[in-house]
């Protein structure tokens, strides 16, 4: 069994500010972990993801994620916020070794707002 | 590069009709995902395909039933809708690696609205 929960349903900064959002899993399996970001009307779109390798993964737009195995995290982190960046983010754990066709887990997401 | 193409983007449906979406996978990518995202909540994982088969399945209603086809596209079939019908529904797919794990590209999604 996995699950996924997200800390903070909402969060606000200023523009320039670091953004970090907190993400803590659970899972049966050695983890998949990846986070999306689904701007208003639009898709999901894959920011990073970790398997086994690195436990420190860069994304796009500046984003990064680090992962802590003795805490069950991924929290996703940026230095300074773009107004662009208001959106809501999903954390999503998965199961690496299952077969194909495995199922995504989504935390409950967390919106982004950013202050001008 | 070639993503996940939906269609249709918006549709409009009258309770109990039929509606059906399409998904058509990045090329080459073997498996297929479904998911459906109500107003203001997480996507529900609905149900998936790897290599034309069933792989996985999740609260998807006895009234939708979906497959994939030979090129590996998908519809996602849905009957007798109901207001609660009404969602963004997603589609997604991968190239399964076995010990990489999957990465899964989403859709820009399907907005269904039932009247």
């Known amino acids: 069994a996995q699950s996924v929960t997200q800390l903070d349903s909402h969060v606000s900064v200023s523009e320039g500010t670091p953004v970090l959002l907190r993400c803590n899993y659970s899972?049966?399996?050695?983890?998949?972990l990846f986070w999306y970001v689904q701007h208003p009307n639009k898709g999901l779109q894959l920011l990073l993801k970790?398997?086994?390798?690195?436990?420190l993964v860069k994304g796009i737009n500046g984003f990064e994620a680090e992962f802590k195995k003795s805490e069950t995290s991924f929290h996703l982190t940026k230095p300074s916020a773009h107004m662009s960046d208001a959106a809501e983010y999903f954390c999503v754990v998965s199961d690496l070794y299952k077969a194909a066709g495995n199922k995504l887990t989504f935390g409950g997401g967390t919106r982004v707002l950013v202050k001008p | 590069a070639a993503g996940v193409i939906q269609s249709p983007r918006h549709l409009i449906k009258e309770k109990r009709e039929t509606a059906t979406l399409k998904c058509y996978p990045i090329p080459r990518h073997d498996t297929v995902y479904w998911y459906q995202q109500g107003p203001g909540q997480d996507p529900q994982f609905l149900i998936s395909f790897y290599e034309k088969m069933q792989s996985d399945k999740g609260s998807i209603p006895d009234r939708f039933s979906a497959q994939q086809f030979s090129d590996y596209h998908s519809e996602l079939n849905m009957s007798s809708l109901e207001l609660g019908d009404s969602a963004l529904y997603f589609c997604?797919?991968?190239?399964?690696?076995?010990?990489?794990?999957?990465?899964?590209?989403f859709g820009e999604g399907s907005w269904l609205t039932v009247v």
């Open positions: 997604a797919s991968s190239l399964w690696a076995r010990g990489s794990g999957n990465t899964i590209y």
């Open positions: 899972s049966s399996y050695s983890p998949s």
């Open positions: 970790y398997t086994s390798a690195a436990t």
